[in-house]
């Protein structure tokens, strides 16, 4: 077993400004308020993950999830402790993969893999099965910025599965988008899994984390509260017990919603 | 690795995963090399220029027709208020040739500090999801204008040739020299500023302001000859202005290969040590890239939560 990701001591830091003008500020200061404040959105988090595991990630909102995800993607730097990854990286961001709104679909989906670290043959090979997967149409050709929310979050889906990557990264992918499409979202990331990618998931609905992952961590107050199996990560969140998740509990019981996860 | 997923009641079986063997090490996701890793990244800087280009003129149906529009309407300006009204025509031979140079070297350089101060910013939606060397934007944005020299040097050209310019040398590594200057000067400029503009939105305003001392703190619209005439042995420190440097240069290039007599024009109406002062404000411009660097990396990290 190859160590995929590594997470050491992890923490970062949010600098919260209360005053945007220098006035504001110089007024604030005279009158011996804050000026600026300090949170930490991660604190000392550690954990290591092996070669084709499948994490979820789990947490309330504000938890540092997308935070850790980001420096995991490396878009953020941890201000202490150290992240390393091994092998390519693709996935999503938060809703909406990092598209351009004044390029077409096309453009898009070319820069989105080159900045993935692919060539312009490499994305001539999978660009007709991401148009395909992304079932865009005719827009393909059009500004991102003319494409419903749905739209543009099935196209950086797509272009993010596409992407022979070593390590698969979804935060909240499966929020927007209708059932059919959230159906083909679960079934790719299953082949995904098959394939011996890691994994790592970042969701609300303790039903798609059960389907589809092996180990749960759960976030709370930027802290690492939970690390292991994924029911007893489930029961740590106390999804079950609440009323509007109650399918959850029978589980041969096909609720598409709490399954794909309906929830932002 | 076995399948977990016994709560999944439509899994047909419990299947064997693929072990992936992965041939990388384990190494941070962000790469830190700088402006190295931009051009290890070249595919990627190319898509980013060229969808700059694109994005400039989307939606306009003269497009890149525009680019060869506003020199030309600036270069009329120039000739007929400068020129004309004023009077420039009398003190300066082949004025509109002198104005133009100096033009392009100008333009080159505000642009790339207008637009590279913007870049990070104005790129958000693309710094905050992927993981990409942030100094691409202030570099592409330094390759856009200097692709929008070239409608402008066309221009250039033209009136050169029905003013009988006969390049020489000295017109290549003035060209050159010039260049050089402004896009080292100008991608140090620009990523200091860029990522100064995330923290504060006055840096991008302020940039305006700086662009309109540029445009007057260089011989373009009056001559060299003036200044050293004006102020005499302080006209040295009026060459320490990189600039102005690179602006003569394209007047040596162009402008004194237009007068009736180079040899004369570039003993009596050019700084003594042209070239020394060009190369030494190229290797000044060099160790400002340096710093802006390191500049760059000491604020780089908290560009996507400020965004």
């Known amino acids: 077993m190859t160590e995929s990701i590594r997470v050491e001591h992890v923490s970062k830091d949010f600098t919260l400004r209360y005053h945007r003008t220098f006035k504001q500020m110089t007024v604030a200061m005279l009158k011996g308020q804050e000026v600026s404040d300090r949170f930490t959105a991660v604190d000392d988090v ?55 709104p004044q390029l077409t679909g096309r453009e898009n989906i070319y820069l989105n893999a080159a900045v993935m670290g692919l060539t312009q043959k490499e994305t001539d090979r999978i660009f007709d099965d991401v148009v395909e997967f992304a079932d865009i149409g005719r827009f393909l050709d ?43 979202c679960l079934e790719r990331m299953e082949e995904i899994r098959q394939s011996g990618r890691t994994i790592f998931y970042v969701s609300h609905a303790a039903a798609s984390v059960k389907k589809m992952c092996d180990r749960v961590l759960v976030l709370e107050k930027g802290k690492l509260a939970f690390d292991g ?10 999804y079950g017990d609440d009323d509007e998740n109650a399918p959850d509990e029978f589980d041969g019981l096909e609720n598409d919603d709490a399954e794909l996860g309906a929830d932002i | 690795m076995t399948d977990m997923g016994t709560a999944t009641p439509d899994a047909p079986e419990v ?5 992936r063997v992965v041939d990388a090490p384990l190494a941070p996701p962000s790469d830190n090399l700088g402006l190295l890793s931009v051009f290890r990244r070249r595919y990627l800087l190319r898509l980013l220029v060229r969808r700059e280009i694109q994005a400039r ?42 104005v133009f140079s100096g033009m392009i070297v100008v333009h080159f350089f505000t642009e790339t500090f207008g637009s590279g101060t913007r870049s990070i910013v104005r790129n958000k939606s693309l710094v905050n999801r992927l993981a990409l060397p942030k ?13 929008h020299v070239l409608p402008a040097s066309f221009i250039l050209l033209i009136a050169c040739l029905a003013s009988g310019w006969v390049p020489d040398l000295g017109t290549v590594f003035g060209i050159l020299l010039g260049l050089g200057i402004i896009m080292f000067l100008g991608t140090a400029l620009a990523l200091i500023f860029s990522v100064a503009n995330v923290f504060f939105r006055d840096f991008g305003s302020a940039v305006g302001i700086m662009s309109n001392f540029v445009r007057f703190g260089v011989p373009m619209i009056y001559s060299f000859e003036q200044i050293h005439t004006k102020f005499g042995h302080w006209a040295d420190y009026y060459m320490l202005n990189p600039i102005a440097n690179a602006v003569l240069l394209f007047q040596r290039a162009f402008w004194v290969q237009t007068t009736k007599y180079p040899h004369w024009t570039i003993k009596h109406k050019m700084p003594e040590h042209l070239w020394i002062d060009g190369l030494v404000a190229l290797g000044a411009s060099m160790v400002v890239l340096v710093i802006a660097q390191l500049i760059f990396n000491r604020f780089e990290n908290r560009i996507p939560e400020r965004l």
């Open chain 2, 15 to 19: 299947q064997e995963r693929t072990i």
């Open chain 2, 135 to 147: 100094e691409m934007f202030p570099v592409s944005a330094m390759l856009v204008s200097l692709y």
């Open chain 1, 46 to 100: 550690s954990f290591s993950v092996e070669q084709g595991e499948s994490i979820g990630l789990m947490g309330l909102n504000g938890s540092g999830k997308s935070t850790l995800l980001k420096m995991i993607n490396g878009v953020m730097r941890p201000d202490r402790g150290r992240v390393l990854t091994r092998g390519r990286i693709a996935g999503l961001i938060a809703t909406g993969a990092g598209f351009h």
């Open chain 1, 229 to 238: 199996d994924v029911d007893d990560g489930i029961k740590y969140l106390k």
């Open chain 2, 57 to 98: 003129y989307a939606n306009s149906v003269m497009g890149l027709f525009w680019s060869y529009i506003n020199p030309m309407s600036q270069f009329f300006i120039y000739w007929f208020v400068m020129g004309h009204i004023m009077g420039a025509h009398k003190g300066i031979p082949n004025y509109p040739v002198h």
């Open chain 1, 142 to 184: 059009t500004p991102v910025s003319t494409y419903s929310s749905g739209m543009n979050a099935r196209l950086g889906f797509s272009v993010a599965v596409h992407i022979d990557s070593d390590i698969f990264l979804a935060d909240e992918v499966l929020a927007v988008g209708d059932k059919p499409f959230k159906r083909k």
